[in-house]
Each structure stands twice: as C-alpha cells, then as structure tokens.
C-alpha cells in the first residue's frame, strides 16, 4: 500500500494530474511520498559488468524494492533514497553492488571507465558474520506524468559468486547473523 503525504498541512490525499491540489503546490513542496521496505533475505549469483565504461549487465532486481509513483505534472521532479540495511559479498571472492534503475535505465551511478562500472553504492566485508549499511539519495527528472518505477538490483562482481542483501554471508541461525531492512523512498518535489 501506498502512502501519499500532503507537504501544505500534513493531510493524507491523492494528487491527480490536473487536480486543484496539485495546481496549488508551490515550487520545492512535497506532492507525494511512496515507500517500500524489504524485511526479508534476498541473494544473487547474477553479475554488474562494464565494457568501454557503460554497463553490459546490471545484477538482479531485489523483488520487493521497488516504489512506482505517478508524478502529477511532467516538470515535476521526483527526489529518490535508498538505504541499504545490510549487504555484503562472497568473503574473499566477491563484492555486493547495488544499482538504481528508472524502469531499465541506471540512474544516479557514477560514471563509469573502461572495465569499472559506475554504480550507486557497493559492499564487501572479509567477515562472514559481517553486512555493510549504506545510503544514497537523487533528485531525478522524469518528464512524464505516467507511472513511474524506480527499482533497487543488487549484483555480484564475481560470476558464481552471490551477493548477499539484508542478511550477512553466513546465515547460520545466531544471534550475530540477524536479518536487516532496506527502504526506497521517491518523493514527487513541485517544480
């Protein structure tokens, strides 16, 4: 479910492309808020790779991290963060990396060299009992008022190697190997 967030006075409603609310918002407000968050284990053995500094595979999508919004005006912007609970890769063979997508397009990552892809964030522990936190945030431009998926896929850099995402490599049952949360906001920002 949803929750959208009236930035004027806090009311919860839904802004619709053309309605008073939406003609009403002022420049830099709040229109919307929609978040998800994944409380569950997810891995993977599917590679990020680069050739000539563009990305040739872009991991997995994480199943249940994924927000979509419908923006209410095509000159909106839509402000993304993505925090990241606990990842790692395959102790001494592999790191996680984490990408954010616009449907199918990477957006937000760094730009990438040669065999070194640009990415939004990764992580490698030598620990097995060890998972990394990370956040990172965007301010995108959809141009659209269609519905919009922003996306959260994790890879490995290592082929056959996984790549862990809320949960650390090992996952014995302990008290030291606990299962994390990871959340994606996207807020519609009045243009």
Same mark, same amino acid.
């Given at each position: 479910?949803?929750?959208?967030?009236?930035?004027?006075?806090?009311?919860?409603?839904? =802004? !619709?492309?053309? &309605? $008073? /609310?939406?003609?009403?918002? %002022? +420049?830099?407000?709040?229109?919307?808020?929609?978040? #998800?968050?994944?409380?569950?284990?997810?891995?993977?053995?599917?590679?990020?790779?680069?050739?000539?500094?563009?990305?040739?595979?872009?991991?997995?999508? =994480? !199943?249940?991290? &994924? $927000? /979509?919004?419908?923006?209410? %005006? +095509?000159?909106?912007?839509?402000?993304?963060?993505? #925090?990241?609970?606990?990842?790692?890769?395959?102790?001494?063979?592999?790191?996680?990396?984490?990408?954010?997508?616009?449907?199918?397009?990477?957006?937000?990552?760094?730009?990438? &060299?040669?065999?070194?892809?640009?990415?939004?964030?990764?992580?490698?522990?030598?620990?097995?009992? #060890?998972?990394?936190?990370?956040?990172?945030?965007?301010?995108?431009?959809?141009?659209?008022?269609?519905?919009?998926?922003?996306?959260?896929?994790?890879?490995?850099?290592?082929?056959?190697?996984?790549?862990?995402?809320?949960?650390?490599?090992?996952?014995?049952?302990?008290?030291?190997?606990?299962?994390?949360?990871?959340?994606?906001?996207?807020?519609?920002?009045?243009?």
């Amino acid at each position: 479910m949803s929750t959208i967030i009236d930035g004027t006075a806090g009311i919860t409603f839904p =802004v !619709t492309a053309g &309605s $008073a /609310s939406a003609v009403q918002a %002022s +420049s830099g407000r709040v229109l919307q808020v929609v978040s #998800t968050t994944l409380t569950t284990a997810f891995s993977t053995t599917t590679t990020v790779t680069a050739s000539g500094g563009s990305l040739t595979a872009t991991g997995a999508t =994480v !199943t249940g991290l &994924s $927000a /979509s919004i419908t923006p209410s %005006s +095509s000159s909106s912007k839509i402000f993304i963060t993505v #925090t990241i609970g606990g990842m790692n890769g395959t102790p001494g063979a592999a790191q996680a990396i984490v990408l954010l997508l616009r449907g199918s397009t990477v957006i937000g990552a760094g730009t990438g &060299s040669g065999n070194r892809p640009g990415i939004n964030t990764r992580g490698y522990s030598n620990d097995v009992n #060890t998972a990394v936190s990370a956040s990172f945030s965007y301010l995108d431009s959809p141009s659209t008022t269609s519905s919009t998926t922003y996306q959260v896929n994790l890879g490995t850099d290592s082929a056959g190697q996984p790549a862990y995402l809320n949960r650390t490599p090992d996952s014995g049952d302990s008290i030291i190997r606990p299962i994390f949360s990871s959340t994606i906001t996207v807020m519609e920002i009045a243009a």
